[in-house]
C-alpha cells in the first residue's frame, strides 16, 4: 500500500494502523529527515512493514521519480494507493511548475501520481479482488466551484478558502472521471474517495508556518475544540482501502453533518459529480502536468455511462 504525506496527520495515524494489520506500506515524504524519523515509528507499530520513498506533490520532477521509485520496489504490484497528502489556506505561493499551491498539491500531483502508478494498480488487481485509488477529499468541496478557465488565480483575486475547496471538489471530480475510464477499460481497480470529517491534523498548522492568512490562524482554536482525534478521522480512508466498496464511492463520517462518527456513504455536491466538468478537468489535468492519462480511452456518451 502506497500512502502519501505520511509524516504526520492522518498520514502517519493510517500507515501505522496499516502496518498494525500486517501491511507492506511504502510511505512518502517531501522532508527526508522527517520521514526518516517517523519511519521508524511506523515499523513498531505492528507486524507488518514500512519503507520511505521521498515525494514532493508540488514538483512533477519529484512525482515521476518517485512513481518510478515505487514501481520498482514493488515489482510493479500496487494493491492501494491513498492521495492523503493536502495543503490548506496558506497565501498564494506557486508550485515548482508554476502551478497554484493548492490545486498543484492537492490535486494536479496526485493525479499525475495515479496515472504514473497505473500500471502496477492494474498488475496487482484481479477482477474478485480489484485494487484500489483511494482520494481523500473534505467537507471544503462544498465551499465554492472550480474555475476551470482560471485554476491557477491568475486572474481571479485569490481567496484560500476557495482555492482549498476548489482542490478538494477536483478530488471528486477526478475520482469519478477515473472510475469511468476503469470501468470502460474493463480494468481491476476501483476509484474511490473518502473524507475525514472535522479531525485534528496538521494541515491549519502547516499553513500558520507557511505564514497563513488570519482566516487559518483564526480556525486553529476551534479545530482543536471541535474536531475529532485522528485515530477516528482515518476511519473513512480505512473502509475506502479495505472495505467492501464499489467503483466512485464517497465515504465520511456518518454523524453531525458528516463531521465525525464511523464511516459510511458521504453527499456529494452537485458540482461534484457533474460528468462534462470531471471530462474537461480531465484534459485540463493532462494538459498541465505533461503526463499521460491512465486509462486513456475516453469513455462512450450514453445512457449506461452517466
Not at 515489482?75 to 496558506?90: R, T
Not at 482549498?164 to 474493463?186: C, M, P, W
Not at 472535522?198 to 487559518?216: E, H, K, M, P, Y
Not at 482525534?229 to 480512508?237: F, L, Y
Request: glycine fraction near 10%; aromatic fraction near 4%; charge should be neutral.
Amino acid at each position: 500500500m502506497v500512502v502519501t504525506g505520511t509524516t504526520s496527520g492522518l498520514g502517519l495515524a493510517l500507515s501505522e494502523e496499516l502496518v498494525r494489520a500486517g501491511a507492506r506500506v511504502v510511505m512518502t515524504a517531501r522532508d527526508p529527515d522527517r520521514g526518516a524519523a517517523v519511519l521508524e515509528r511506523v515499523r513498531a507499530a505492528g507486524p507488518g512493514s514500512a519503507e520511505l520513498v521521498l515525494l514532493d506533490l508540488a514538483n512533477l520532477d519529484s512525482v515521476r521519480a518517485a512513481a518510478a521509485e515505487v514501481r520498482d520496489r514493488t515489482d510493479d504490484h500496487v494493491d492501494v494507493l491513498i492521495n492523503n497528502a493536502a495543503v490548506s489556506l496558506g497565501p498564494h505561493e506557486r508550485t515548482a511548475d508554476g502551478f497554484e499551491l493548492q490545486l498543484g498539491t492537492n490535486h494536479l500531483g496526485p493525479a499525475a501520481l495515479t496515472w504514473l502508478l497505473m500500471p502496477s494498480l492494474r498488475a496487482a488487481g484481479t477482477s474478485g479482488r480489484p485494487s484500489r485509488v483511494v482520494t481523500t477529499s473534505s467537507l471544503a468541496h462544498r465551499v465554492g466551484g472550480l474555475d476551470l478557465d482560471d485554476l491557477h488565480w491568475d486572474r481571479r483575486r485569490y481567496s484560500p478558502t476557495a482555492a482549498y475547496g476548489a482542490s478538494k471538489l477536483a478530488n471528486l471530480l477526478f475520482t469519478a472521471e477515473l472510475d469511468r475510464r476503469l470501468r470502460r477499460a474493463g480494468d481491476p481497480v476501483l476509484s474511490v474517495a473518502a473524507h475525514p470529517g472535522l479531525t485534528r491534523s496538521a494541515l491549519l498548522d502547516n499553513a500558520v508556518a507557511r505564514g497563513g492568512t488570519w482566516r487559518s490562524r483564526l480556525l486553529r482554536l476551534p479545530d482543536r475544540i471541535t474536531s475529532q482525534p485522528v485515530s477516528a478521522g482515518i476511519g473513512p480512508q480505512l473502509a475506502a482501502a479495505l472495505g467492501p466498496v464499489h467503483g466512485a464511492d464517497y465515504l465520511g463520517p456518518t454523524r453531525v453533518f458528516e463531521s465525525r462518527g464511523p464511516a459510511g456513504p458521504a453527499r456529494r455536491t452537485a458540482a461534484a459529480v457533474d460528468p462534462v466538468s470531471a471530462r474537461l478537468l480531465w484534459a485540463a489535468t493532462a494538459a498541465a502536468t505533461g503526463v499521460a492519462p491512465d486509462p486513456a480511452e475516453e469513455p462512450p456518451t450514453s445512457r449506461d455511462d452517466r
